[in-house]
C-alpha cells in the first residue's frame, strides 16, 4: 500500500496526472472534511479541496519523501488559516449559515430517527467547534475526527508532540465546557 | 493531573504515569468528574459522520508547473532580489560617503593646502583683520579693520556641517590665530563636521535607506503571511 502509494507520487512527480488523480481520489475526503469543519461551510470547504489539490499538484516535485497525508492536510490547514485570516472581523451572525447544506450520507442500517439525531448533534458539534481558536480546532479536527497520531498532527501543524499534546488538551476542555452551555440538546447516553 | 487526561484517553500515557493517574482518580472526585466529561466529549466528536463532498476533485488537466515554482515564487525572489539591490546602493552609498572617494574638496586637505599656500604677512594685513573686527567690535584690532570685509562673510563659519570653501576655512584659521574670534577648539573640529560628499551620494544614502526600510517592512509582511 506504502510502495504503492510512493510509486504514485513519484509518478506525479514527472508529470502523470492519472497518478495524481489517484491521490487525490485517496485524500479528497479528508482534506474537504478538515476544511469543511475549519470553514463551516461546504461551499468554501469545496472551493478550498480544490485549491489544496492545485497546490500540491505544482508543489509535489519538492516533495521529499514521507508522510503524504500530513503534507497534504499541511497545505489544506495552511490554506484554511489564509482564508479565516481574510475572513477576520466577519462573524457569522446566524447558526444557519454555517452548516446550510450540510448531509451526511445516512446509513442503511441507521433508523431515520436516529441518523435525524446524528445530524443534530453533529450540527451542534460543528457550531461549538467553530467557536474554538484556529489552533485547538484544527488539533481536534485532526485528532478526533479524522484520526491522525500525535506525531501526524505534529507534522502537519509544525509543533512539537508536546505542544499538540497540552493543546489538544485544552481544545477538548474547552469543547466539554461549550457543549455543556447546551447539555439540553445533547441525547440522554451523552449527557455530561 | 488534568493534563494527562487527553493523553490518557487516547492511550498515549506510558504504565507508570496512567497507574499513579488512575489512583488519584480514585480518590478525587474533581478529577473524576473532570476525565468522565472528556471522555464523553471525545465519545461525541469520534461519533460525528463524515461529510462527503458534492463532487470529485479530480482533473483531466491539471495546471502547468512553472519553471521557478509559479507566480507566487516569483514574486517572492522578487522581492528579495529587490531588496538586496537597495541594500547595495545603500551601502555603496555610504561606503563611497566614508571613504570620500567622490568628494568634491578634502575639508581636512582645503585647510592645509590653504594654510601653505598663505604667507604669513598675510595674516597682519588689514583683510585678514576685518572679520575679526565685525565679530568682536570691542577687541583693539577692530580700530584697525575698518569696514573693507563684508560681515556676512563670518556668518557661514558658525554654522557647522555645512559646506564651506578653503577659502572660508582659510578665513578661520587666520582668525582664530589673532586669537580674538571663535575658540580654538571650535576650528579644530571643523573639518570632521563638514562632509564634502556630493548631494547625489546624500540623495543616494537618502533612497536607498529609505528603499531597504520600505522592502525589509513588505519582506516582513509576507513572511507573516506564509507562516
Known amino acids: 500500500m506504502a510502495n504503492y502509494e510512493e510509486t504514485l507520487i513519484q509518478q506525479s512527480k514527472e508529470g502523470n496526472a492519472d497518478a495524481f488523480n489517484q491521490l487525490v481520489e485517496r485524500y479528497q475526503g479528508q482534506v474537504y472534511n478538515v476544511s469543511?469543519?475549519?470553514?463551516?461551510?461546504?461551499?468554501?470547504?469545496?472551493?478550498?479541496?480544490?485549491?489544496?489539490?492545485?497546490?500540491?499538484?505544482?508543489a509535489i516535485p519538492r516533495f521529499k519523501g514521507g508522510n503524504f497525508r500530513a503534507w497534504i492536510l499541511r497545505i489544506a490547514s495552511n490554506a484554511c488559516t489564509d482564508v479565516l485570516r481574510s475572513r477576520k472581523g466577519h462573524r457569522v451572525d446566524s447558526m444557519d449559515e454555517v452548516f446550510p447544506e450540510y448531509n451526511p450520507l445516512q446509513?442503511?442500517?441507521?433508523?431515520?430517527?436516529?441518523?435525524?439525531?446524528?445530524?443534530?448533534?453533529?450540527?451542534?458539534?460543528?457550531?461549538?467547534?467553530?467557536?474554538?481558536?484556529e489552533e485547538q480546532r484544527l488539533v481536534i479536527i485532526l485528532a478526533d475526527?479524522?484520526?491522525?497520531?500525535?506525531?501526524?498532527?505534529?507534522?502537519?501543524?509544525?509543533?512539537?508532540?508536546?505542544?499538540v499534546k497540552s493543546r489538544l488538551n485544552r481544545a477538548r476542555s474547552n469543547l466539554r465546557d461549550l457543549l455543556l452551555e447546551h447539555k439540553e440538546l445533547l441525547p440522554t447516553e451523552f449527557r455530561l | 493531573m488534568r493534563d494527562l487526561f487527553s493523553p490518557y484517553l487516547d492511550g498515549r500515557l506510558d504504565p507508570v504515569k496512567r497507574d499513579r493517574m488512575l489512583y488519584h482518580i480514585e480518590i478525587c472526585p474533581a478529577c473524576r468528574e473532570e476525565l468522565s466529561t472528556l471522555e464523553e466529549t471525545v465519545k461525541l466528536l469520534r461519533s460525528i459522520?463524515?461529510?462527503?463532498?458534492?463532487?470529485?476533485?479530480?482533473?483531466?488537466?491539471?495546471?502547468?508547473?512553472?519553471?521557478?515554482?509559479?507566480?507566487?515564487?516569483?514574486r517572492e525572489a522578487g522581492l528579495r532580489i529587490a531588496t538586496a539591490a537597495a541594500a547595495m546602493v545603500l551601502f555603496a552609498s555610504l561606503a563611497i560617503?566614508?571613504?570620500?572617494?567622490?568628494?568634491?574638496s578634502s575639508p581636512a586637505q582645503g585647510i592645509t593646502a590653504?594654510?601653505?599656500?598663505?604667507?604669513?604677512?598675510?595674516?597682519?594685513?588689514?583683510?585678514a583683520e576685518t572679520p575679526v573686527g565685525e565679530i568682536t567690535p570691542t577687541s583693539p584690532s577692530s580700530t584697525e579693520g575698518g569696514d573693507i570685509a563684508p560681515p556676512e562673510?563670518?556668518?557661514?563659519?558658525?554654522?557647522?556641517?555645512?559646506?564651506?570653501?578653503?577659502?572660508q576655512t582659510g578665513a578661520i584659521q587666520k582668525s582664530t590665530e589673532t586669537g580674538e574670534s571663535a575658540p580654538p577648539e571650535a576650528t579644530q573640529h571643523t573639518p570632521e563636521l563638514i562632509s564634502g560628499s556630493p548631494s547625489w551620494i546624500r540623495w543616494m544614502q537618502i533612497?536607498?535607506?529609505?528603499?531597504?526600510?520600505?522592502?525589509?517592512?513588505?519582506?516582513?509582511?509576507?513572511w507573516r503571511r506564509r507562516r
Open chain 1, 36 to 58: 469543511l469543519r475549519m470553514l463551516g461551510n461546504p461551499q468554501d470547504a469545496e472551493d478550498l479541496t480544490q485549491e489544496t489539490f492545485v497546490l500540491a499538484w505544482k
Open chain 1, 107 to 133: 446509513s442503511e442500517t441507521e433508523a431515520p430517527e436516529d441518523h435525524v439525531l446524528q445530524e443534530e448533534i453533529a450540527q451542534l458539534i460543528s457550531e461549538q467547534l467553530l467557536l474554538l481558536s
Open chain 1, 145 to 163: 475526527l479524522q484520526g491522525l497520531s500525535y506525531e501526524e498532527i505534529a507534522q502537519v501543524t509544525k509543533c512539537s508532540v508536546g505542544t
Open chain 2, 49 to 74: 459522520p463524515a461529510a462527503f463532498p458534492a463532487r470529485s476533485f479530480t482533473s483531466d488537466v491539471w495546471p502547468r508547473r512553472s519553471a521557478f515554482f509559479g507566480k507566487y515564487r516569483l
Open chain 2, 97 to 104: 560617503g566614508f571613504t570620500g572617494v567622490f568628494d568634491e
Open chain 2, 114 to 127: 590653504d594654510n601653505h599656500q598663505k604667507p604669513m604677512t598675510d595674516l597682519s594685513s588689514p583683510a
Open chain 2, 153 to 167: 562673510a563670518t556668518q557661514p563659519n558658525t554654522s557647522p556641517g555645512l559646506f564651506i570653501g578653503s577659502d
Open chain 2, 207 to 222: 533612497v536607498g535607506g529609505a528603499m531597504v526600510a520600505v522592502l525589509i517592512s513588505i519582506n516582513i509582511v509576507a
